[in-house]
Nanobody, 124 residues
């Protein structure tokens, strides 16, 4: 069982930056592949970024590539999402997710555990 808690969301102007954090309770945190998803009102939950258990491998949605960076600290049981050059279309609830399967899955149903989400609002 994995319990995930996101933090770091907020209101930021376009062009600004935010760093999201996700704290996890897991006995073998490095065993889990992790990801960030986001969901805007009236839209489906969409993949943002994924990272392997070791942190070596990462994967990004085309819409955030070059602007967002996913990382993890297995010693702290935490995963992060650094978001730069934010755009109004990045406005959404952001969710941390974990799975016991292979790294890189991009569909929400592939993930076993979810946090409660943190809201990111980007003003124009």
């Amino acid at each position: 069982q994995v319990h995930l808690v996101e933090s770091g969301g907020g209101l930021v102007q376009a062009g600004g930056s935010l760093r999201l954090s996700c704290a996890a309770s897991a006995r073998t945190f490095s065993y889990y592949a992790l990801a960030w998803f986001r969901q805007a009102p009236g839209k489906e939950r969409e993949f943002v970024a994924a990272i392997s258990g070791s942190g070596i491998n990462t994967k990004y949605a085309d819409s955030v590539k070059g602007r967002f960076t996913i990382s993890r600290d297995n010693a702290k049981n935490a995963v992060y999402l650094q978001m730069n050059s934010l755009k109004p279309e990045d406005t959404a609830g952001y969710y941390c997710a974990a799975r016991t399967g292979a790294f890189g899955a991009t569909t929400p149903t592939s993930y076993d555990y979810w946090g409660q989400g943190t809201q990111v609002t980007v003003s124009s």
